[in-house]
């Protein structure tokens, strides 16, 4: 198969565009970068209401953002951005989560997680699963505890969803489904995707390696299963998952591999790689059919739980 012609046309854009690499820029000129999300995903459609609130994650007020689907709620979903723990927010993510919330009638609590390199690991992780028990309390103020929930993340927000799936195990709480979009599972940079797709094709392998030192600067820690998922045991009971990679992300061997590791242990995986496509696909939904698909096949994952 061949890079998709529409994504060929945006890489050869940002070649000629000749800006500089994120790991050339100190984080907070990075951070001024649009990311396709924010370019690309198109207009998200209105909520019944969307609320900005806090969690209290080690000590620290997190802001998250509450939306509120138009009719009664199906379920809770708990969604974190991608960036590589440096980058990207809530912000960057709006109209990718109202859509979310609009195709599913779920609520949608999307998470600004501590960034890196200010705020190192754990913080990210700690602030994510700090939200979804968040979640979890608000779903049970509203009366609705009996409702799904989910987990979703994109990107390092993947890595995220993947950690607080495990963490929530531990707190005995039940996890219908987690949605990793091309996740972030395992700081070993070095397996066949990221060979053969180390450069040029947005995701570069030294990005990723930057974002690692960023995020994780100690490399003994990087081998916790809360900063590398493919690290944790995977136990009876741990969510369901549905994972989507794209056939030239460097990310792909990795989210593929971990959904296999799931299988093993007995945990259902659906696995789902889409052609011609590279890392942050899904915000193309409006220009290549394979990203159009995998934005319905997210909803519909999530649908099938509700």
Known sequence: MKVHPVVRDILDQMAAANRPGLADLPPAEARQIKTMMDTLFGE????????????????????????YPSEKPKGYIVFYHGGGWVIGSVASYDNFVRAMCAETNCIAVSVDYRLAPENPFPA??????????????LREERGEAKLPLILCGDSAGGNLAAATAHALLDEGIDVALQVLI???????????????????????KESMAYFWDQYVPAHENRV??????????????????????????PLRDEGEA????????????????????????????????????ANRDVYEAIKRVI
């Open 182 to 204: 091309y996740p972030v599972i395992d700081a070993d940079l070095e397996n066949g995707s990221y060979t053969d797709f180390a450069e040029g094709l947005y995701l570069t």
């Open 258 to 293: 971990y959904g296999e590791q799931l299988r093993r242990a007995g945990i259902v995986a659906d696995i789902k790689r889409y052609p011609g496509m590279i890392h942050g696909f899904l915000a193309l939904r409006t220009l290549a059919e394979p990203a159009a698909e």
């Open 224 to 249: 916790d299963p809360r900063a590398a998922p493919a690290k944790a045991t995977c136990r009876n009971g741990l969510a369901p998952a549905f994972i989507l990679t794209g056939e030239f992300d």
């Open 124 to 137: 990210a992780a700690d602030d994510a699963l700090a939200s979804a028990l968040w979640t979890v309390a």
């Open 44 to 67: 998200g459609p209105q909520m019944h209401r969307v609320d900005d609130r806090t969690v209290t994650s080690a000590g620290v007020e997190i802001p998250v953002r509450v939306y």
